[in-house]
């Protein structure tokens, strides 16, 4: 079953090609990221997504209504079905934590009393007990948005869509807010779209990511299978480099595409800590006698698996060797070569 589905969408601003033939589906539960760098058009997407911007051609099927179809009255309804969730939280200054919350269950009509029961649930699936009556402007930036998610999830949404939720969050309220979402996912079996332009966010929490670039999608795949070396697009590649171990100034300085006599192959590397222990760098000594130097390293997290990574350098090319450490690890590199000074 598909809970949203982007067939064809086109949006045009003049000349300009905002959105261009986007087409995805998103099933119940999964944690879906959509990547892009600035201008590649999430923005324009996501108001097309919350019915609040329509495309030129295109259809938005949201549980089974096509959204672009719908007369303005209709749209009303279907938006109630998405939460929205933003950068910069959206809350009313005059209204403490719990009015905020409250605040889309009050335009629904919901009754008072079945209102406070409401918003004392979601203020507790929030973690915000004991905070509920301050105002915005006593609150810190993670509980702002904490309030953010509550108001989006008051109406019982079966999608939630997240326009850069954590980027204006340090990276410690950023894990926190993430952790959240991925609770709530859990919890409730919630729907989660996440826009974002940090790697970061999508490889903590996302199951699939979308790549965005200049209006059209150039990815779309678990981000698993990305993270592990799938990607095939240089937009895809650059954000999946950022965060990763960085190869030394002096290695990249000399590191040559093909190999060549005396070349030392410097090769990237993914190990799943989960999988069946295996002694890689004493079987390349040992097996085929080559010396293996760690240029560096880093213990991550990827969509909730521990995995680590390490770029290496091999003491000679040796393709056996390469196909030892492709069979060992969950993905596989070869950067490129380096004379044996380096
Ligand atoms: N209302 C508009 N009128 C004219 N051009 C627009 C309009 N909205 C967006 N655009 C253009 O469409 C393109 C996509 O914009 P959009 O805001 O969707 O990108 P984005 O990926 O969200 O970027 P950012 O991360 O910087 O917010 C940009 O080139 C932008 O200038």
Redesign the pocket.
């Known amino acids: 079953m598909t809970l949203l589905r982007v067939e064809q969408v086109c949006r045009r601003?003049?000349d300009?090609v905002?959105?261009q033939d986007v087409r995805f589906d998103v099933h119940p539960g999964e944690i879906v990221g959509i990547i892009?760098?600035?201008?590649?058009?999430?923005?324009?997407?996501?108001?097309c997504l919350s019915g609040l911007e329509r495309p030129d051609s295109g259809r938005i099927v949201i549980e089974g209504q096509d959204i672009t179809a719908l007369p303005e009255r209709r749209l009303v309804e279907i938006r109630r079905r998405i939460g929205l969730v933003f950068q910069h939280f959206n809350l009313l200054q005059s209204r403490s934590a719990a009015g905020n919350i409250a605040l889309p269950l009050e335009i629904a009509g919901m009754p008072k009393s079945a209102r406070a029961a409401r918003v004392a649930d979601l203020i507790d699936l929030v973690g915000l007990s004991g905070h509920e009556r301050k105002r915005p402007s006593q609150m810190s930036g993670g509980q702002k948005q904490r309030v953010g998610i509550a108001r989006a999830l008051a109406g019982n949404p079966a999608l939630l869509l997240c326009d850069?939720a954590t980027s204006a969050l340090d990276p410690e309220t950023t894990a926190a807010i993430l952790d959240l979402l991925v609770d709530i996912n859990r919890r409730l079996g919630l729907t989660i779209l996440l826009?974002t332009?940090e790697m970061d966010v999508i490889r903590r929490i996302a199951h699939r990511v979308v790549v965005?670039d200049h209006?059209r999608i150039v990815e779309d795949g678990p981000v698993a299978a990305l993270l592990g070396g799938a990607s095939r697009h240089a937009v895809t590649r650059a954000f999946l480099s950022e965060g990763r171990p960085r190869v030394p100034d002096h290695v990249v300085a000399q590191l040559r595409d093909v190999s060549f006599d005396d070349a030392h192959p410097v090769v990237r590397a993914t190990f799943d800590p989960n999988a069946a222990p295996s002694p890689v760098l004493s079987v390349l000594s040992r097996r085929f006698g080559l010396d293996v130097t760690i240029l560096q390293a880093t213990a991550g997290d990827i969509a909730r698996r521990p995995d680590a990574e390490f770029v290496l350098r091999l003491s000679r090319h040796d393709g056996d060797a390469l196909d030892f450490i492709r069979q060992a690890s969950q993905s596989m590199e070869v950067l490129g070569y380096v004379p044996a000074d380096c």
């Open positions: 601003f003049g300009h905002a959105l892009g760098r600035s201008g590649a058009g999430k923005t324009t997407l996501l108001r850069e826009i332009h965005l209006g």
